[in-house]
């Protein structure tokens, strides 16, 4: 063999040696790049309320991780790849167990029974009146003080037939917690799939007549840190109503068209582009977005019922629901005292939710969709959150 064949000869053995020792730990340097992103578990491990608290880590074949806990049956973290293959944490949230008892109670969790508000707490059925936790100045909110977002609930992990990772998430809230008539069962489904998606399936069986509302609160900043505003994403709503509220974010009764107002995102536009406190409805949510809109294809999972855009990382979310409504909230409240994962503060307009759900004050809305759920039936609600690049 000559000089210059058993040079290309050490070249090969030392690609060869490099690819095997790759192989030999099991990732890529962009998986490696995303497991850093990663929360450590053992920062979660932990017993309130005489259980045991953990996290989960859920990861498919495209570049894709899922952190879960259940504390809350809340979602820790979403590392997805960005248009250069990057990976991104796009969920706001903490990197221990005391984050989420001291901090932002909403970050990332399950939210109800009654996610949203109800007026007053008070709501009649069948001639009966009930009076539930408030937590928000007047009013009941996502469950009340200690809604399903501040309880253990418990966990199993598997795989489905496509071998995607599923992390179910059950709980039975006892008849009179936080005020609500009934034993409820309640199980919540995470399947991560392998497009990218993280598919939520929510189940509940009562033995009293109950309003229920069950959905999913996450804080999504596209650019994968809070330090950078999340007002820059491109928002589209299939909506071409909302339902208007009085000063204390209640309902009205009322759902009111919303094209050529500062609600209408039936075109993708940049969430912050629009703040006008000469708005009511923009003053009234504390000078940005707190608002339910009316889905034009509700019960149609094959229409985004709602997408959202990060030029800058090019990270694409699609949203699919069967439900009636969306919440749209941009952070208006959020104040800069939270800190969470890797150091990010969670500054004013720095994380957006999206929450599919029926309408708020349901309960107390005639014409709004039915909420209570009785003996015999299953309450079932659906919704997939799609992540890709474009």
Same mark, same amino acid.
């Given at each position: 063999m000559d000089r210059k064949n058993k040079k290309n000869m050490k070249k090969l053995v030392l690609v060869v040696s490099a690819l095997a020792m790759l192989s030999f730990a099991g990732c890529s340097p962009k998986e490696s790049a995303a497991d850093a992103l990663a929360v450590d578990s053992a920062k979660f491990e932990s017993v309130i309320d005489g259980k045991e608290v953990h996290l989960y880590t859920v990861k498919n074949d495209n570049g894709m991780i899922v952190q879960f806990t259940n504390y809350g049956? +809340?979602?820790?973290?979403?590392?997805?790849?960005?248009?250069?293959?990057e990976p991104k944490d796009v969920i706001w949230g903490f990197d221990s167990i005391e984050g989420y008892l001291t901090g932002?109670?909403?970050?990332?969790?399950?939210?109800? +029974?009654?996610?949203n508000r109800i007026n007053k707490g008070h709501f009649t059925i069948d001639s009966t009146e009930y009076q539930v936790d408030c937590n928000e100045r007047t009013n009941h909110l996502h469950g009340g003080s200690k809604?399903?977002?501040?309880?253990?609930?418990d966990c199993e992990q598997s795989k489905n037939e496509a071998g995607e990772s599923v992390v179910k998430m059950s709980y039975l809230s006892p008849d009179g917690e936080m005020g609500y008539p009934g034993n409820m069962n309640i199980v919540v489904t995470y399947t991560v799939k392998n497009d990218n998606s993280l598919a939520i399936s929510y189940d509940a069986t009562t033995d009293k007549a109950?309003?229920?509302?069950?959905?999913?609160?996450?804080?999504?900043n596209l650019h994968g840190t809070s $330090?950078?505003?999340?007002?820059?994403h491109l928002l589209f709503i299939d909506a071409d109503s909302y339902t208007p509220t009085? *000063?204390?974010?209640?309902?009205?009764? $009322?759902?009111?068209p919303i094209a050529g107002t500062?609600?209408?995102f039936t075109t993708p536009t940049e969430v912050g582009s629009r703040y006008d406190m000469n708005v009511e409805a923009i003053a009234i949510a504390g000078g940005g977005y707190d608002h339910n809109f009316v889905l034009n294809h509700p019960g149609d999972m094959s229409l985004p019922c709602a997408t959202m855009y990060e030029p800058s990382t090019g990270i694409f979310l699609e949203i699919f629901t069967d439900q009636p409504g969306l919440q749209f909230y941009s952070g208006p409240a959020m104040n800069g005292t939270d800190v969470g994962k890797r150091g990010d503060i969670h500054h004013r307009y720095s994380g957006i939710a999206l929450e599919t759900q029926k309408f708020p004050d349901g309960p107390n809305q005639a014409n709004f969709p039915q *909420?209570?759920?009785r003996p015999g039936e299953q309450y079932t609600h659906n919704a997939i959150y799609k992540f890709s690049v474009k």
């Open positions: 049956a +809340r979602v820790v973290s979403i590392i997805v790849p960005d248009i250069n293959g932002d109670s909403f970050s990332g969790p399950i939210v109800g +029974r009654y996610g809604g399903l977002y501040a309880v253990v609930w109950c309003p229920v509302n069950l959905t999913f609160h996450p804080y999504l $330090e950078k505003s999340s007002d820059s009085d *000063t204390l974010l209640i309902p009205t009764g $009322e759902i009111a500062v609600l209408d *909420t209570v759920l």
